[in-house]
């Protein structure tokens, strides 16, 4: 079984739907994140969360939030969707060293297409 | 602050091999990386490099560092159609463990 899960895998939408995005891990980290990733702009973070009281906002939040349900569950909700948040998800989770060695261990997506 | 910039797209032939640039303007990075994004699938954890070394050779992969012009690169020997994917390079700082990306490098073997 895959250790970071993401659904829906792909999901079409319109204009002003509300859309949430879930991630469950068994990898046991704490470390959770969100990002997009649109052609040319590589991956932009969106959320991330140190732990389950711990929720910070990435370079592009506005228009997102998330929960932290568990340290298993991270989920990313577009309150008001619109088109220009047609993208692939990726959801993350890491346990870093304290040398600051992160390695991130992704899902496998989430394409979501704002009509 | 962190940026990490890349080229967008090579084309190889099977059997040659390619190198893929990264440039990163952050000089207190700590561990550099190179993440493989297979079609339809997520990120994984290709290689990495910490960041008082110059050089380090992995199987088919040779990561060469050049802290003096913060330039980073991956060179992959005897490419293969299984390496045709989207490499991102990827930087951490001590103290602030999120990953800056790069945009990402296409890269298309042809048989």
């Known amino acids: 079984d895959a250790d970071v899960t993401q659904t829906p895998r792909n999901r079409i939408t319109k204009t002003g739907k509300r859309i949430m995005l879930e991630c469950s891990q068994t990898?046991?980290?704490?470390?959770m994140y969100w990002y997009r990733q649109d052609p040319g702009l590589g991956l932009r973070l969106i959320y991330y969360?140190?732990?389950?009281?711990?929720?910070n906002k990435g370079e592009i939040s506005d228009g997102y939030s998330v929960s932290r349900q568990a340290q298993a569950k991270f989920s990313l909700s577009l309150e008001s969707a619109i088109p220009n948040q047609t993208a692939l998800y990726f959801c993350?989770?890491?346990?870093?060293?304290?040398?600051?060695?992160?390695?991130?261990?992704f899902g496998p997506g989430t394409r979501l297409t704002v009509l | 602050g962190e940026d990490v910039e890349q080229s967008l797209f090579l084309s190889v032939r099977e059997g040659d091999s390619s190198v893929i640039n990264c440039t990163y303007t952050?000089?207190?990075?700590?561990?550099l990386y190179w993440y493989k994004q297979e079609p339809g699938a997520g990120l994984q954890l290709l290689t990495y490099?910490?960041?008082?070394?110059d050089m380090k050779q992995d199987q088919r992969l040779t990561v060469l560092l050049n802290k003096k012009d913060k330039h980073l690169s991956l060179r992959i020997a005897d490419t293969q159609t299984g390496d045709s994917a989207i490499y991102f390079c990827?930087?951490?700082?001590?103290?602030?463990?999120?990953?800056?990306f790069g945009k990402g490098n296409q890269v298309v073997v042809i048989p």
């Open positions: 952050d000089s207190s990075s700590t561990y």
């Open positions: 490099i910490f960041s008082n070394m």
């Open positions: 969360s140190f732990d389950v009281k711990d929720i």
């Open positions: 990898k046991g980290h704490d470390r």
């Open positions: 990827a930087e951490t700082t001590y103290g602030n463990n999120r990953l800056a």
């Open positions: 993350a989770t890491s346990d870093p060293l304290g040398t600051g060695y992160n390695e991130q261990f």
